[in-house]
């Protein structure tokens, strides 16, 4: 009798020959790279460094591509993208100390965001591990303490042998949802160290599924079935399950309107009927939404801004349905369902009834109405105006990354990005500097569609030596940069604060000879032409720089009435 455990797979005479007689001059660094290949990457991201040396030898030997930035930090955002285009591990290949820790703030924008970032740096030598103090160029006393409260999961290799196992495991723990980023941590003997051991092949790493439990749907269906003012908020974990389509049909089939969250942009069509689009700091959508008898949230934490700043306080029955457990009932007592957004829209689908309403369409066009008397009144006619002209200027389906910068608070709300997983922010962390080099990241994902990258004069700083990587690369990204002489939003904050501002003012250099100083065209534009300016760069192949100067203003908050 033959038990499934018994079964091995028989490796071919081949197979046996070439792993008998390995091919000469491979070192650790081989083993890192033929493991990344073999579990299905195409592309690495990072910057080398001294103890990296084995692994990008080891490149040269591979067929990955690479695509190296200038700054670790900057490295991170674009495999953050990547990964979040992709829905692949995007692996980032890091040195050891001050290589790894300027990563930090990236990887912290990928917990946040669920992107899921293979970082992998080196270590100091083997006989320095554990903090003993040997004075090695880069030693930290314990290295991955500085990543275990950013990264989903952290991984130490200790010898050649562990390589393939320790990537595979972070490779699984990066993909399985939520979707976040891990670390691996490799010493510099055993990159460079020669290796005998054969060339490592396929790996088996598939992600654990995080299925719902039955009667947790079941009451769930139920609840949505017999409820008299449904409604939906829309999460990341929407886009990232790529469950648009299944959100979109069970909507309709319970006739609830729809909000998505910042994270969650494109999620549900921005001008469906029932669509409440993303006005999330608005208090007449939370006010329906706290109206609603039984709301369901789905791929939502429904944190700080999903929440209007936790003004936001449900009177009705709470269904979350969440694949990171930490965020179940974490702001909000509700049925809690523990699963990856897809399965369980899929387990509602096969038992919710259909119910009708013919009074949300109209519930769901006044408060549209609300939202945009509310805008209309604060003379704010040049911020709509310049958000409108770059979405006229952006072909369907390109993608658009944005920096924390005063026109992406505006887009988080009024941006139509049409379609999913085609607009992204910095918001899970809140870094600057997010916006040019992930959009870099995202043309390296896919080549065949221009990329848009949105920042303030503040944020393109922190960025931008990444011109040189879009330059050398050939990369196809458009990079629309606000320039208002500083720090835009902390302007605006300080000065309703305290009445003046302080320390938020940046001497301008000038971005258009700057960009052409790298080989990159830039133009100087104007509200006026901006769309027209914006589109001819765009139409361009290659990377761009399209400078506006404009001192933009945000819309009035309403968490504060009261």
């Known amino acids: 009798m033959t038990h499934d455990h018994d079964l091995v797979l028989r490796p071919t005479a081949a197979q046996t020959e070439a792993a008998l007689d390995p091919p000469p001059g491979r070192n650790g660094g081989d083993l890192v790279v033929e493991t990344l290949s073999g579990l299905g990457a195409t592309t690495v991201f990072g910057l080398p460094g001294q103890h990296a040396l084995g692994m990008f030898d080891a490149l040269r030997r591979s067929s990955l591509q690479y695509v190296g930035l200038r700054v670790e930090n900057n490295a991170g955002f674009a495999a953050d993208a990547y990964g979040r285009i992709t829905g692949e591990a995007a692996p980032l290949l890091l040195s050891t100390g001050p290589g790894a820790l300027t990563s930090l703030a990236a990887l912290q924008e990928a917990r946040a965001a669920s992107a899921p970032v293979l970082a992998i740096s080196s270590q100091i030598p083997t006989a320095g591990l554990g903090g003993g103090r040997h004075g090695y160029l880069h030693e930290l006393p314990d290295q991955q303490a500085s990543f275990r409260g950013v990264v989903k999961s952290v991984h130490t290799v200790r010898s050649q042998s562990q390589i393939p196992s320790a990537l595979a495991a972070a490779w699984e723990s990066a993909l399985t949802a939520p979707h976040g980023p891990v670390w691996v941590e490799i010493p510099q003997d055993v990159l460079l160290a020669e290796t005998s051991l054969p060339v490592v092949t396929a790996m088996d790493a598939a992600p654990e599924e995080v299925v719902p439990r039955p009667e947790l749907t079941a009451v769930a269906a139920h609840l949505l079935s017999t409820a008299a003012r449904p409604a939906i908020i829309a999460g990341g974990g929407v886009v990232r399950a790529d469950a648009s389509g299944k959100l979109r049909l069970l909507a309709e089939r319970l006739d609830a309107p729809v909000v998505t969250t910042f994270g969650g942009k494109g999620a549900f069509p921005w001008n469906h009927p029932l669509s409440l689009q993303s006005w999330l700091e608005d208090r007449h959508t939370t006010d329906l939404l706290e109206d609603a008898d039984v709301l369901l949230v789905v791929g939502s934490g429904l944190g700080e801004l999903s929440s209007n700043y936790h003004t936001f306080k449900p009177r009705g029955r709470v269904i979350q349905i969440e694949a990171d457990l930490g965020k179940l009932e974490s702001n909000h007592p509700a049925l809690g369902i523990h699963a990856d957004a897809r399965l369980a829209l899929s387990a509602l689908l096969e038992t919710v009834d259909e119910r009708s309403d013919p009074t949300a369409p109209e519930r769901v066009r006044t408060l549209l109405a609300r939202v945009g008397e509310r805008i209309a009144g604060q003379e704010l006619t040049l911020e709509q105006d310049v958000l409108a002209s770059v979405r006229r200027a952006l072909p369907d389906g390109s993608p658009s990354f944005w920096d924390m910068t005063i026109l ?20 899970g962390a809140g870094g600057l500097g997010y916006g040019f080099p992930a959009a870099l990241g995202a043309a390296a994902a896919d080549p065949s569609r221009p990329v848009l990258a949105v920042s303030g004069d503040g944020g393109a700083l922190y960025s931008i030596a990444e011109l040189a990587t879009a330059k ?3 990369l196809d990204v458009t990079w629309l940069i606000i320039d ?11 000065t309703d604060a305290f009445g003046e501002a302080t320390a938020t003012e940046l001497a301008r250099p000038d971005y258009v000879a700057l960009a052409e100083s790298f080989g990159v065209p830039g133009i100087r534009t104007t509200p006026e032409s901006l769309a027209a300016d914006l589109s001819k760069a765009l139409a361009t192949p290659g990377p761009s720089v399209v400078l506006l100067p404009a001192v933009l203003r945000m819309f009035a908050p309403t968490h504060l009435d009261g």
Do not use: C, K, V
């Not at 608070?409 to 139509?416: K, N």
């Not at 208002?484 to 300080?494: H, K, P, S, T």
């Open 408 to 427: 992406a608070y505006w887009a988080w709300s009024a941006f139509d990005p049409r379609g999913a997983n085609t607009m992204h922010s910095a918001q």
């Open 472 to 474: 050398q690369y050939g």
């Open 484 to 494: 208002d002489g500083g720090y835009g939003i902390l302007r605006e904050y300080m």
